[in-house]
């Protein structure tokens, strides 16, 4: 989710470099003009998941382009619609700048919050979504079977969990509130301090277990909200939910010795001779010491 509102934040640059380099041409390569069809469709999608083609004409109202609905498949291709390959000249629309029009009228749309600086980062959001896979933004190509299937599948599970927990929670909400309001997080110290100090704001300045444990794990185990003069809260881990959804997991061949256990009577400390036959069997490294171990140990 984080991820999903602004963590392009670290890529503002680049997007802000493709918009200027999208508005100097002319005309849209062959292969970019479908691909921003595809991808203005999956936005209006997001406006409307049950009805795309009301998201998309949500989408051309806002823009004050009616005359685009005319000729709507040009410039929106819907889940489902047919994408016929590249050659049929017409058969989809070739003006970056209308694109980036209807990307930022459906930013509008999709925004939370009516303040300009989170507009704007909406619009850049949906720009990023506009050109991904085009020329101006190439997606990641995986160079076998099992990395396409991993890739595809993170992809769709990432976003098959931010919608529902979009859809199920008031996390968007939030953000809103955030976008103004400053609210920070503090921690008693010592420990002892928030059984006499009573905040103003009463049970709601409590803030939950799970996050105070995802926070500060063992070392601390209460906390507060409070309210606070920055509203810079893409920087607050505590304001987005981070779900694992796997893991990766690569080979690595690598030494090592293993004493069967039968035979581990046989290594005390103090046997020099046993790590130097370590040395001669090609385990480098190895430093011998009497502190106590029963083994040698390398490093």
């Known amino acids: 989710m984080k991820n999903k509102i602004e963590n392009i934040n670290n890529r503002i640059d680049q997007i802000d470099e493709i918009i ?38 949500k989408i051309v109202d806002q823009s004050g382009q009616e005359g685009i609905w005319a000729k709507r498949k040009r410039f929106f291709r819907l889940p489902g619609e047919d994408t016929p390959e590249i050659g049929k000249e017409g058969e989809y629309a070739s003006n970056p700048t209308t694109f980036i029009s209807l990307a930022e009228a459906a930013a509008k749309l999709l925004c939370k919050s009516s303040q300009n600086d989170a507009i704007e980062r909406e ?3 949906v720009i990023k979504t506009l050109v991904r896979g085009s020329s101006f933004m190439p997606n990641f190509v995986p160079s076998n079977t099992a ?15 931010s919608t529902a927990i979009e859809n199920r929670t ?8 955030l976008e103004t309001t400053g609210i920070e997080i503090e921690t008693p110290f010592p420990e002892e301090k928030f059984k006499d100090d009573i905040s103003s704001f009463g049970d709601a300045s409590v803030v ?13 185990k ?14 607050d881990g505590w304001a987005f939910p981070s779900l694992k959804i796997g893991y990766v997991a690569t080979k690595h061949k690598i030494k090592i010795f293993s004493i069967p256990e039968n035979k581990s009577s046989l290594f005390t400390k103090g046997n020099r001779e046993m790590a130097g036959a370590l040395v001669s069997l090609g385990f480098e490294n190895m430093k011998f010491t009497d502190s106590g171990e029963d083994f040698p140990f390398m490093t």
């Open 170 to 177: 008031r996390i968007t909400e939030l953000w809103k509130i």
């Open 208 to 220: 939950p277990s799970e996050i105070v444990n995802d926070l500060y794990k063992s070392n601390i």
């Open 147 to 161: 990395e396409i299937s991993a890739t595809s599948l993170l992809n769709d599970y990432s976003q098959a969990l």
């Open 20 to 57: 200027q380099r999208l508005k100097t041409v002319a005309r849209l390569s062959a292969e970019d003009k479908k691909i921003f069809a595809t991808n203005l469709g999956q936005i209006a999608c997001r406006l409307d998941s049950n009805n795309p083609r009301s998201g998309a004409k």
């Open 222 to 235: 209460h906390a507060r909200f409070r309210p606070s003069e920055h509203h810079n809260f893409k920087n």
């Open 123 to 125: 619009q850049r959001a």
